[in-house]
C-alpha cells in the first residue's frame, strides 16, 4: 500500500494485501460469463455517458454487461441507498462521495485485503486519504458520544472503495469564442500580469468584462485563488509566515497579492454585480458569456457543458503567477471527490470488485470515463494524460502527483485560517476593494491592525 497508507494498516492487514498481491485476480482476468450483469447506481448525471463508456470496454474483454441506473439529487440517492441497504437489495456497485465514516461500511465490502499494492500505488498519491481510515478517526470517534455505531466499530488501515476521480480548484476557464474575437489567442498567460492584460483587452475590443466569480462568498478568492498567488510569490513558507502571524500583509513581499485584486477593480475588469454573483450565477453569467473568464475548479467543466457550452468553446488554466514569483506555475494538491464500492451481499462479488479494478486502475478504461464525464480519474496516467480532453488535460497538468507547495501550507491554512480572525476581516476588505471603497494599502492595514489587536487579547 502507498507510504501514507502503510503507516496505519495492522500486521494482519499487511500479510492479506501480500496474499492478495500475489495470488488474487487481476483487473480485467475475470473469465467471460456472457450471461453475466452487474448493476451499478450513481447520483452523478454527467458521469452517465463515462461510466457506460468504461462499462462498453469491460464488456468487450469480459463478456460481462454492466446495468447503470442514476438517482438524483443527492438526498434522494442517500435515502435509496439506505433503504436498498435496509431491505438488503442495493446494486452489486455503488458510486458514492470518497470518505471514510459516512455509515455505508455495514454494507459494502471492505477492500483492504482484497486490493493489491499495485493499484493502490496506481492512483495520485493522495487518492485514498480520505477513504482509508486513519487512527486519527478511530481515537475520535471513540471519544465522541455523537459517532454512529458504525463509526466506532472502524478499525486504521481499512477502506471500503477504491477512488474514481478527483478535483480542485484555482482553475480559470476562458470563453475562446470571446478571446479570439478580441485578435488574442485563446492560450495560458504565463503571469498574472499577462492575464490582466488579456482582460484588458478583450473588454476594450468585445465590451464583454474579464472575470466573473462568486464573490458574494467573501473567502472564495482566498480560497481558490489568493492562497495560491501567495503561495508562489513567496513560496509556502512565506504564506505559513503569514498565517502564524509572523510577517504582516503590509510587508512589501506580500502586499503584491492584494494589489492583485486592486487591479481587476479599478480597470473595471470584474463583471458587475459580481459581489451579489454566488457560485452557481457566477458559472451561468460565464456560460451566457457575461465574462471572458470564470473562476473555479475542476468540476466546473461539466457544470459549463450542462449550461450549454460546448468543450470547444473553453480553454482552461490554473491561476497565474505574478511576476517575480520564487514558484512560476502552479500545482495543487487534488483531493478525491467519488469512490467506488461493491456490495457485500452480492452474488457477483468477484465480478463486481473486478468492475471497480478495471474503471479505477485500465488507463483505457479511465481515459474513456474522464473523456465522457469531464472528470480527471483518480488514475495517475502517466503519457496516457496525453488521450484526455484538452481541458482536462490542462487540469491534470496543474495537479501534483506528489505532494505539492500547497500541502506544504495545508496544515497552517487549516489551523489559522480560520482560527484567526483577521482573515475574516481581510475577507470583508476585499470586498470593500472590489466596490472600490478601500486601496490594497488600507485592506493590508486592516488586516495588520486587526491581527495584533486580536494578539494583544491574547486570541
Known sequence: MKKRAGMIVTLLTVFSLVVSACGGAQSGETEPKASKELTMWTWKVAYTPGIEAAAKLYEEKTGIKVKLETFTPDDTYRQKFQAAANSKNLPDIVNWWATAGDSIENSVLELSGEVGDDLLDSYYSAAMDPIIVTQSQVDS????????????????????????????????????????????TAEAPKTWEEFVTMMETVKEKTGTPGLVFGAKLPDLWENWAGSALSIMLNEPQGYIDLLERKSKLSDPSNL????????????????????????????QAFAAGKAAFDLGGSFTMSTLLAMGMSPEDIF??????????????????????????????????????????????DPDAAVAFANAAYTVPALNLGDRANDLDPNLKSISDAFAAEPGPYSQASPAINT????????????????????????????????????????????
Open 316 to 361: 482552461t488554466f490554473p491561476v497565474p503567477p505574478l511576476e517575480g514569483s520564487k514558484i512560476n506555475g502552479w500545482t495543487t494538491d487534488p483531493f478525491t471527490l467519488t469512490m467506488l464500492s461493491v456490495n457485500k451481499d452480492s452474488q457477483n462479488k468477484a465480478e463486481a470488485l473486478d468492475f471497480i479494478q478495471f474503471l479505477t486502475g
Open 141 to 184: 470517534w471513540k471519544e465522541d458520544k455523537n459517532a454512529t455505531t458504525i463509526q466506532k466499530s472502524l478499525k486504521p488501515g481499512q477502506f471500503y472503495g477504491l477512488p474514481l476521480d478527483i478535483g480542485g480548484f484555482f482553475t480559470f476557464y476562458g470563453n475562446k469564442k470571446l478571446i479570439e474575437e478580441a485578435g488574442l
Open 256 to 283: 503584491p497579492v492584494v494589489k492583485a485584486m486592486e487591479t481587476l477593480a479599478n480597470k473595471d475588469l470584474l463583471m458587475p454585480g459580481i459581489l451579489s454573483t454566488d457560485i452557481d450565477g457566477a458559472d
Open 416 to 459: 489559522y485560517r480560520g482560527k484567526h480572525k483577521e482573515w475574516e476581516v481581510y475577507a470583508q476588505s476585499m470586498q470593500s476593494m472590489i466596490e472600490k471603497k478601500m486601496t490594497a494599502e488600507q485592506v493590508a492595514k486592516k488586516f495588520d491592525d486587526t491581527m495584533e489587536s486580536l494578539k494583544a487579547s491574547g486570541n
